[in-house]
């Protein structure tokens, strides 16, 4: 079934949440997609049906999603999966073997497991290269590199990569660049608009919004590469169940709303944090102390929920904190209305613990949600006055 976006181009991104992809049920007049929970469909003749076959291949409230993620990020044509890692995985596809990816340095740790671990054993060649060094970035492609992947920001340094240089930088190579837009989600930034060749989504994060949900998605414009990949997405199955897009659907409504309460709230943490004592360093793109804050300015249009931090206690003062704060919840996982703390090394990043990845073992993730925000800066006060 056509992904095309049903909204007007010209709309606002608050509007293409609530309207895209949502047409009243034709049967019923039923103002919200239904959640068709079925996995085949009746039909009319032999091979004459009304688009659908098998849920599978294709079911209304998966198009409904795909046709509101691919309007979010301004593509012609998303593509939703059970998980982030199935859309990761399917993208992956499109490189063949004896064909080289080249790979930011700080990238999900589930992304790295997969290039590293085991898409490697098939004949495919990983570079993984810091994307915050253009010089160093640019070295690293190879005659036979098929695509360029960043993070930006990444997880858990949110360091950031210039889209535009590196879709430059693939397009003279030959190649095509991926940007996993999961932690800015396309409020704040969008990246098919700064020349990507696709957008990957883990949808559990932002675009889902309230921690029920693992989903995934790409989202892409070229008509021959979506032809592919949809039919990979039929292939391997790796498909969410029509529950799955509901919800993610109804989350993503207020996704315009959520990214503005997550800025304010992780904007004000972020200062408090700076100023406490016990605090020796704040990562935020929205701190003027970020290494690449101007680039934060140019290519995003709000500096997001996440936010990393180290105390002068250490690891240990670290593992307190993460302990006892009572609104942070100790969980993996980001980007809910309800926030989260965690230790990135021994729990998200645990898989690349011996590897370039490896991040410092004191360092504090929070993803700051929507709540009162000196709730918030309570909750961590609270704490802080312990280690410090
Ligand atoms: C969570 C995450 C993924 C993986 O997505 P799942 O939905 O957990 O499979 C990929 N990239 C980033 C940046 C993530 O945060």
Known sequence: MSTQPKTNAKLHLETIAVHAGVEPDPVSGAVMTPIYQTSTYAQADVAVHKGYEYSRTDNPTRTALQTALAALEGGRHALAF?????????????????????????????????????????????????????GAFAAAMQPNTRLVWLETPTNPMLRLADIAAAAELAHAH???????????????????????????????????????????????????????????????????????????????????????????????????????????????????????????????????????????????????????????????SLGGVESLIELPAPMTHASVADSPLAVDPGLVRISVGIENAQDLIDDLARVLSRVG
């Open 82 to 134: 059970a998980s982030g890692m199935a859309a990761i995985d399917t993208l992956l596809r499109l490189v063949k073997p004896g064909e080289h990816v080249l790979c930011g340095n700080d990238v999900y740790g589930g992304t790295f497991r997969l290039f590293d671990k085991i898409l490697s054993g098939y004949g495919l060649e990983f570079s993984f290269v810091d994307a915050a060094d253009s």
């Open 174 to 332: 030959g190649a095509w660049l991926a940007v996993d837009n999961t932690f800015a989600s396309p409020v704040l930034q969008r990246p098919l608009t700064l020349g990507a060749d696709f957008v990957v989504h883990s949808t559990t994060k932002y675009i889902g919004g309230h921690s029920d949900v693992v989903g995934g998605a790409i989202v892409l414009n070229d008509d021959e590469a979506y032809a592919r990949l949809k039919f990979l997405q039929n292939a391997i199955g790796a498909v969410p169940g029509p529950m799955d897009c509901f919800l993610t659907l109804r989350g993503l409504k207020t996704l315009a709303l959520r990214m503005a309460a997550h800025c304010r709230n992780a904007t004000l943490v972020a200062q408090y944090l700076s100023d406490h004592t016990a605090v020796s360093q704040v990562i935020y793109p929205g701190l003027d102390s970020h290494p690449q804050y101007d680039l934060a300015r140019r290519q995003m249009s709000g500096p997001g929920g996440m936010i990393s931090f180290i105390l002068h206690g250490g690891e240990a003062a670290a593992r307190t904190v993460a302990r006892e704060t009572r609104l942070f919840t100790l969980a993996e």
